[in-house]
Structure formats: C-alpha cells, structure tokens
T-cell receptor, first 113, second 109 residues
C-alpha cells in the first residue's frame, strides 16, 4: 500500500495525559499537512510542512500541540495535557510539489476520557 | 457567514438516481476546488480536483465550478449503494484546504 498511513488508528487516553500520533506520507510527497475533524464537521487545518520545515500553523494549534517532521519523511503530532475538547479525528495528508492534490490517511481517532 | 457552506442533508435516493451535491463559498480568492468522499470512521478520499471555472468528468462523476456565482456542484450518475457516504467539498487559495461540513448521502437498493 503506497498511500498515507497513520498510527495508531484509535487512541483512548485520560485527561491530562500526553499523546503522540505518527503519519507516514506517500513516499514521493514532500508536503505534509495535519487536520482535525470533529463529528459533523469538515476537517480543519492545523499545520503544514514542506520537507522538514514547518511553514504554517493554524491558530487552532494551541501551545499544547507540537508537530515535527525531523527528516522530511514521517511526521509526529503531540498533544500535551490532553483535554476532553481534544477528542477528534486527527488526519494527515500529503501532496507533491508539482501536483497540489492532498491525499489523506485513515486518521487517528482520539478519545479523551 | 462561513467561508464554505454545504447542506449536511441527509440526502436519500434510490439506486440509479442522479445525485446533485452543492457548495457555495464567499472567498473569491479560491482557485482550486475539490470533492472528497468519506466513509464512516475513515479518512477523506479525493474524488475530483478542478482548477477555476468549468466542468470535469470522471466516470459517473461530474464536477462543475461557477466562480461568478461562487457555486460548485458534484453530480453522480447511476448512483449505487456503495456511493453511500459523506461528500465533502473543499477549496483552496493558499496551503490549507477549507472544507464544507459534508453532505451525507444514502443510496438504497
């Protein structure tokens, strides 16, 4: 399978705990995006990487959120001190420099209890 | 007013019907327009990607963009039960995609 992959697919955590998600983009894509989707809503943009550089961050990305893409390949999204409002589907997408279509992974569903 | 408006439905049609899904938008800077299909608890799957105004056809799917009216449509011909999903319109001026809320479609056999 050469699509975008995400791990884990589902995470249940207690309020106040830290969680980390991983995204592996399509191999030839050097642009990587994180989105968040809550029930009944479309995905909302969080942040964007071109290679290893984080070039854009949404105001939705509070100080408790941090994203990295250390070698320009996979990316991680960490949420510190989780809150119940963080419960959502976290989606990763990737695209190339030539064709800007964004292809999404299966998502990580986070439940904060 | 949200940047992208999409009727959430639900929309129920019989198998074989022609389905019309629509979005309106307010930001005239949008130049790229997309339709994604999302099955329950899955990631969005890109169906159609168009640039500026006009029509694009791919199999049973036709996407239309009318920039003068700030209106985009997706038509599905000969709808199948497997088309039952949420359809999300998305638009792009810069890096981020701006999505509608999605329309839930149910096709009954």
């Amino acid at each position: 399978d050469t699509g975008v992959s995400q791990d884990p697919r589902h995470k249940i955590t207690k309020r106040g705990q830290n969680v980390t998600f991983r995204c592996d983009p399509i191999s030839e894509h050097n642009r990587l995006y994180w989105y968040r989707q809550t029930l009944g809503q479309g995905p909302e943009f969080l942040t964007y990487f071109q290679n290893e550089a984080q070039l854009e961050k949404s105001r939705l990305l509070s100080d408790r959120f941090s994203a990295e893409r250390p070698k320009g390949s996979f990316s991680t999204l960490e949420i510190q001190r989780t809150e119940q409002g963080d419960s959502a589907m976290y989606l990763c997408a990737s695209s190339s420099d030539i064709h800007y279509e964004q292809y999404f992974g299966p998502g990580t569903r986070l439940t904060v209890t | 007013q949200k940047e992208v408006e999409q009727d959430p439905g639900p929309l129920s049609v019989p198998e074989g019907a022609i389905v019309s899904l629509n979005c309106t938008y307010s930001n005239s800077a949008f130049q790229y327009f997309m339709w994604y299909r999302q099955y329950s608890r899955k990631g969005p799957e890109l169906l159609m990607y168009t640039y500026s105004s006009g029509n694009k056809e791919d199999g049973r799917f036709t996407a239309q963009v009318d920039k003068s009216s700030k209106y985009i449509s997706l038509f599905i011909r000969d709808s199948q039960p497997s088309d039952s999903a949420t359809y999300l319109c998305a638009m792009q001026a810069g890096t981020a995609l701006i999505f509608g809320k999605g329309t839930t479609l149910s096709v009954s056999s």
